[in-house]
């Protein structure tokens, strides 16, 4: 006979299994006015426990129940693997571990980055632990809190940044690798809010950030949405179809038209 407490643990499991990863259609949606930030209708938005994923399936617009999971960011270079630490407000740090335990020394912009680390994994608040004896083997980096890295045109990019409070900053960043142990971190773009996600179409960026949405080309901002009405919403995906933008995120999705920049909201139906 299973006991309350496993009982209600296996009811969690039951729950959250048909939950994320649920797929929805139209139907499931209601197309709203757009919610104004501190609303009544942008508060329920809010506190849905319901994360709206859209993707692309062969072509085709998807709709489904996902997760808002950030934090951690890896990406597997030739040589080594860089791991960002993503705490929000608490802080965070973008670290290097090279494949080769003799590399003694890494370089950022030509200076010197000499001391090993062990990157924390759950203590944000102090700082990483000096691996003096090489043991793990990571390097500390500049960069912060570190949202993702892609490629774009064979050239390793970052996205960085942070939305606390009155704080909403964000930044793109390019990686330059010229040995196992020497990189060039160079800004390129202001993103003028943090960011969340982005998507590359052909030779354009699009991101979207906390409150806004800028699409990009040759590195220069052709369309500029600010102070949108998912700002703490948490956008967790974007897709693009037929000059249409559409943004994920916690009990609704939103759908952009490119051609005139007019912006609809669909909230998931109780």
């Not at 757009?34 to 508060?43: D, M």
């Not at 000059?243 to 920049?261: E, Q, S, V, W």
Request: positive net charge.
């Amino acid at each position: 006979m299973m006991t309350k407490p496993y009982l209600y643990l296996f009811l969690i499991l039951l729950i959250n299994t048909n939950l994320f990863g649920q797929k929805l259609a139209k139907e499931n949606f209601i197309e709203i006015e757009l919610p104004s930030p501190r609303t009544s209708e942008w508060y329920k938005l809010n506190n849905s426990p319901k994360p709206v994923k859209v993707f692309l399936d062969s072509g085709i617009l998807k709709i489904e129940i996902g997760t808002a999971a950030y934090g951690d960011t890896k990406y597997n270079l030739p040589n080594g693997l860089l791991l960002s630490k993503n705490g929000g407000e608490f802080g965070g740090g973008l670290f290097y571990k090279p494949f080769d335990k003799n590399v003694k020394q890494v370089f950022i912009n030509d200076k010197v980055t000499a001391e090993h680390y062990k990157p924390s994994n759950i203590d944000l608040f102090t700082p990483p632990i000096k691996d003096t004896i090489n043991e793990f083997g990571y390097f500390r980096l500049p960069g912060g809190n570190i949202n993702s890295f892609f490629k774009f045109k064979d050239t390793l990019y970052f996205t960085n940044g942070l939305s606390h409070m009155g704080t909403n900053v964000g930044a793109l960043s390019k990686i330059d690798i010229y040995d196992t142990n020497k990189f060039n971190i160079t800004k390129v773009l202001d993103l003028e809010g943090s960011p969340m996600k982005e998507t590359i179409i052909n030779d354009t960026l699009i991101f979207i950030t906390y409150d806004g949405l800028l699409v990009v080309k040759d590195f220069k901002k052709i369309i500029n949405l600010k102070m949108q009405f998912w700002a703490a919403l948490y956008p967790n995906s974007v897709a693009y179809l037929d000059k249409n933008i559409f943004i994920g995120m916690r009990g609704c999705y939103a759908k952009i038209d490119l051609t005139n920049n007019s912006i609809k909201c669909f909230k998931l139906k109780n």
